[in-house]
């Protein structure tokens, strides 16, 4: 049932995105004089694209500058010509044209968002990325239940973390990034079955919440938010589908757990700008398919392992602005194996550009026992070779990218 309604959603993403190319030609071909608006009110239109129709002028009313004009062609009945709107055939009736995407990305437009946009019941996508959209969500977009794609990055939407969201059933990518949401995330949003989930550069504040749900997004960003708090050894729960992990700037303390190294299919970690303590726990030389490894400005400490710096993927590895004192022997010379490595600014005796002895001892004197550590991976289960032992055959899935 489940996946089945899944399978639908993908196709009508698909479908969109051949309409989108489609449109795009005939756009091109078409003259805007072929417009004759007083025929508009001769169209036979369905119900639904009657509903778009009401839903669509009431956002216009509210949209308040539109430098690029794409919204100048929004009247009369014909919604399906409107700039940014798309039609496709309704899942339930492939004779019945509904309004299936809006993507109104780059317009600059200035506004807000209505309560009628609950009558976009067909909508499968909203690209909203890069306006000046302000305020809320409405809650009335509860009623998009074919929803599949939200991207509202890089507006002005405020207030706490929109949790309308999390009662959209078929929800697969999640962009709220460069806004001003504010406060906690809610717990339910790591159970969610979203592939993407970017709540990057906001206001968010709470720590991540310690028992993760069983998550499926490949790709998480955080960066830039105030969360505070540990990295909770729930992470593992994201195990089976999380390609990259981004914390960076996040207040992040504590140290981290060794069960990021359960996290297999991983190619980017970057846990940057945190004030992250303690060693890097060797369960990272499990993540066969690590590419990026970035520890840069924090204060870890300890040894640089071997079993780290002959990743057999890893490209670029910074570690610079920490407090390491030792590196093994390959981690040495990883420059020369034409991987990117950085690792100034630290303690280590026989390197150029390192901290002060001063500096070193203050931080050195004090060792940080991640055991005590109420998030530093206290269970006692070491993370060991775990993820070493997962199946290291992860497809080479790149996630979709959007424009
Ligand atoms: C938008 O329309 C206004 C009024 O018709 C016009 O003055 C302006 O140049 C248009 N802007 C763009 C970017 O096309
Ligand atoms: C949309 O515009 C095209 C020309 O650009 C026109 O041929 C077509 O009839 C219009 N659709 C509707 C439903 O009015
Ligand atoms: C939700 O959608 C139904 C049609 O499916 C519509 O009748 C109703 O008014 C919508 N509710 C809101 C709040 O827009
Ligand atoms: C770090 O995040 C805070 C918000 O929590 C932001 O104000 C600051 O500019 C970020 N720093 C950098 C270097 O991006
Ligand atoms: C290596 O990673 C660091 C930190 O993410 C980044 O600043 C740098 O540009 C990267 N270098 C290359 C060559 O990719
Ligand atoms: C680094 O590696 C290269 C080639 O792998 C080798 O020729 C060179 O001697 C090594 N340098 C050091 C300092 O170990």
Redesign the pocket.
Known sequence: MASSANSACVLVFLLLHLLFASKTFSAMHSHSSIHHPHRHHHTPINSRLHQAYIALQAWKQVIYSDPFNFTSNWFGLSVCNYTGVYCAPSLDDPKVQVVAGIDLNFANIAGFLPDELGLLTDLALIHLNSNRFCGILPMTLQNLTLLYELDISNNRFVGPFPSVVLSLPTLYYLDLRFNEFEGPLPPQLFAKTYDAIFVN?N?FTSVIPPNLGKGRASVVVF????FGGCLPPSIANFAETLQELLL????LSGCLPPEVGFLYKLRVLDVS?NNIVGPIPYSIAGLAHLEQLNLAHNMMTGLVAEGICSLPNLANFTLSYNYFCEEERICQNLTSKAIVFDDRWNCLPEKPQQRSKKECSAVLEHPVDCFEHPCGGGSGSSGGFVAAAMPATAPAFAPASHS
């Not at 960066?223 to 105030?226: E, G, L, R, S, Y």
């Not at 960076?248 to 207040?251: E, K, M, P, W």
């Open positions: 550069n206001l960066a830039n938010n105030k960076i700037n996040t207040s700008n």
